[in-house]
């Protein structure tokens, strides 16, 4: 284990970093306002405040680990490099044909993202693979040669190359970037073939664009930060946080930068599993709010749940179907707009709407008081008495009452003729409310039930709403960890370089050919043991996992089950069958038995050693309850309850042990625990927070319906 390390995660609104040092037996947590347009600023100045704060100089520091949201945000900003795509001729509009499926089956004036690659950078190439990989029209060399020394001259800076049926057979997308090598030596080249390899050319297109457009920037980002930490002293080992949960080096992250797209979320969800591990609970739902959204993500057996890709640039933000389609490895999760910087608004009915749009960091919630007009959560929560103005970010950054109070007041309570703690309350419920019926849907549609779940909550919205959000979904209870509002760096510290590949190859499960699928199993398998060779990692040490997406005869999509190492035969067949059975009853409550099946996709992951972690607060100084109360405060908890005395308690001097009863508020510097009327909060052996519901939650937990109407 290194003996220095160091997690650091750029979200929407604050940057966040845990340093851990083994030696001395502490952890040093540092959090600051993101900084636009370059992050670098921002990262840089929580690395050197952690060191000061820990004194070890940056040279001491032996492994860093980091996740960024700027390539996904340079995807929904568009601002990534003029891209091209070179398709297989009469191909190159399906990036915008799209799928034949609506996300809306009745809007009329249905919109779909744009092309990352518009028509006119679009270009048909004169080549055809077959479906079993076998030339049917050899590759113009001319013309591509041609193509891409107009394209240098017109300054576009990538190319997205996405032919036929290159997932069975490359050649002619791997002569087209030695094509390039000679006629444009400075264009950034993505081949499908490397990117996404498998089967479905529309969302292999899609993701091999996305990779292609945003390389550039993420290159970029990497070699400024990069060169800040050597000229700080870093000499340490750098790693980027994958969307699936595993670490890639910067090389790997430069080259595939469509891995890294969900890396700070992806954090938070290997937290929230090394936390099921060490506790013993086997279902979690990792719950974390930020100041932007609120991510969601099932924990099952220690691990979180992996999809084989997801959505991005969403053009209405939460609706499936209307985004660019990536086929890389992803933790499952969803996302909502539901952060502490969410904006409230009253709609046209009279209803108290919350998110999707928020204030940012920049002017950010009223009460940052940074210019701000627009009511949020934060300034709803505030108003409710759950945040210590005084207390925000452990004192660095007070918040100011007045602007929240007046905002809440212009444009919710004065419109709906009610008192402003009433309409804060509609606020905090109403954010409440979009989060439990989000992760109900999400958990029932993988048949699970919602109140098997603990919610672990993080993030430095997260503690302050979790009580709400259980108690809707009738969770049994909430864990915080400490350090919750940096959680995602924590869930860094305890990731693994790993690395995923996937080949496309489809045949009937009956009429596989058993030799060619182990040798190109063996081969991924090989190529992954040299990347983490490449990466430090000892040839003992390394796992590896096989997996392969089958479905029905006939059927569009695709369930991913294990399959055994080794060598493989027409002997596994029953096994394979079992897994796959096993897992579509558990996805839909039945199988079909008359049907035959097909395989499309083979997988291998290959990932070192997965390093424990357990947190140790750096200033826990542990007590009893009577110890650990700070004072009181007012807080409101609902017209059931009205405004109560709440007790404020110090959480870095709540020892292993003790136990509160709600209402109660407790403080840490990156986030506040509410725990409702009714409620029991007690510290376990690992120092994490765990509240226990009541069995029958309150209107302060629950709620009652809130009218939202004047009154």
């Not at 999509?557 to 035969?569: A, F, M, N």
Request: aromatic content about 6%.
């Amino acid at each position: 284990m290194s003996a220095v390390r160091m997690g650091v995660d750029i979200g929407g609104t604050f940057t966040d970093l845990l340093l851990v040092d083994d030696r001395a037996k502490r952890m040093v947590i540092e959090k600051g306002l993101t900084t636009y347009p370059d992050p670098t600023e921002g990262v840089m100045g929580v690395v050197l405040r952690a060191t000061e704060r820990a004194e070890v100089p940056l040279r001491d520091v032996e492994v860093l680990v980091h996740g960024t949201t700027l390539a996904i945000n340079t995807l929904i900003e568009r601002t990534g490099a003029p891209t091209a795509l070179f398709a297989t001729r009469g191909h190159r509009d399906a990036v915008e044909i799209r799928r034949e499926q609506r996300y809306d089956m009745y809007d009329v004036l249905l919109e779909a993202p744009e092309p990352l690659a518009p028509r006119y950078l679009r270009f048909d190439i004169e080549e055809r693979m077959t479906a079993e990989g076998e030339v049917a029209v050899p590759l113009n060399r001319e013309q591509v040669a041609r193509l891409l020394r107009r394209l240098q001259q017109r300054g576009v800076q990538a190319l997205a190359v996405c032919l036929l049926h290159s997932y069975r057979n490359p050649a002619h997308e791997l002569a087209i970037a030695d094509i390039a090598r000679d006629a444009a030596p400075d264009l950034r080249v993505s081949l499908s073939s490397r990117v996404a390899p498998e089967i479905k050319e529309y969302e292999r297109a899609s993701t091999t664009l996305c990779n292609a457009y945003v390389q550039a920037k993420v290159d970029e980002y990497l070699t400024r930060l990069e060169h800040e930490l050597v000229r700080s002293g870093f000499r340490g080992a750098f790693y980027l946080m994958q969307s699936s949960g595993g670490l890639v080096t910067t090389a790997t992250a430069r080259q595939f930068p469509v891995r890294i797209l969900e890396s700070g979320p992806a954090g938070g969800a290997l937290a929230a599993a090394n936390a099921g591990r060490l506790t013993g609970r086997t279902r979690l739902l990792s719950f974390d709010m930020g100041g932007t959204t609120a991510k969601l993500a099932a924990i099952n057996d220690g691990e979180p749940l992996v999809a084989p890709g997801f959505e991005v640039a969403r053009v209405y933000r939460f609706a499936r179907g209307s985004g660019m389609p990536v086929r890389i490895p992803v933790i499952e999760m969803i996302e909502i707009g539901a952060g502490g910087g969410s904006i409230a608004r009253v709609d046209r009915l009279g209803l108290i709407r919350v998110g999707p749009e928020s204030a940012g960091a920049q002017p950010g919630p009223a009460c940052y008081d940074r210019g701000g007009t627009a009511p949020t959560v934060t300034d709803a929560d505030l108003l409710l008495g759950y945040l210590d103005p005084a207390y925000f970010l452990g004192g660095h950054m007070p918040l100011a009452p007045e602007p929240a109070r007046r905002a809440v007041t212009d444009h919710i309570a004065r419109p709906l003729g009610m008192d402003v703690t009433r309409a804060a309350w509609g606020i905090h419920r109403i954010v409440n409310e979009n989060m439990a019926n989000a992760a109900r849907v999400h958990l029932v549609e993988r048949g699970t039930d919602p109140r098997e779940y603990a919610v672990f909550a993080f993030g430095g919205a997260g503690p302050v709403h979790a009580y709400g959000v259980a108690a809707l979904l009738g969770a049994p209870a909430i864990i915080v960890p400490p350090g919750a509002g940096v959680a995602s760096a924590v869930g860094f510290l305890t990731a693994s370089p790993a690395f995923e590949f996937v080949h496309g190859w489809y045949a009937r499960l009956g009429t596989v050919d058993w030799a060619r699928v182990n040798g190109f199993l063996s081969e991924m398998e090989t190529q992954g043991r040299d990347l983490l060779a490449g990466a430090g990692v000892a040839g003992a040490a390394i796992g590896v996992q096989r997996a392969c997406d089958i479905r029905y005869e006939g059927q569009g999509s695709e369930v991913t089950v294990p399959i055994p190492l080794g060598t493989l035969s027409a002997s596994q067949l029953e096994d394979i069958q079992r897994a796959f059975e096993e897992r579509y009853r558990a996805l839909y409550g039945r199988t079909v038995p008359a049907a035959g099946l097909e395989v499309v996709n083979w997988r291998v992951t290959v990932r070192g050693p997965q390093p424990a972690f357990r947190m140790s607060p750096e200033t826990t100084r542990g007590g009893p309850p009577s110890m650990a109360r700070k004072g009181a405060r007012p807080a409101y908890f609902g017209e059931a309850h009205g405004l109560l005395d709440t007790a404020v308690f110090d959480r870095y001097r709540l020892a292993a042990g003790t136990a509160v009863e709600g209402p109660a508020i407790i403080e840490e510097r990156e986030s506040t625990i509410v725990v409702g009327p009714g409620g029991r909060a007690w510290v376990d052996d690992l120092l994490n927070v765990v509240v226990d519901l009541p069995r029958h939650p309150t209107e302060a937990s629950a709620g009652a319906e809130l009218d939202a109407r004047p009154t």
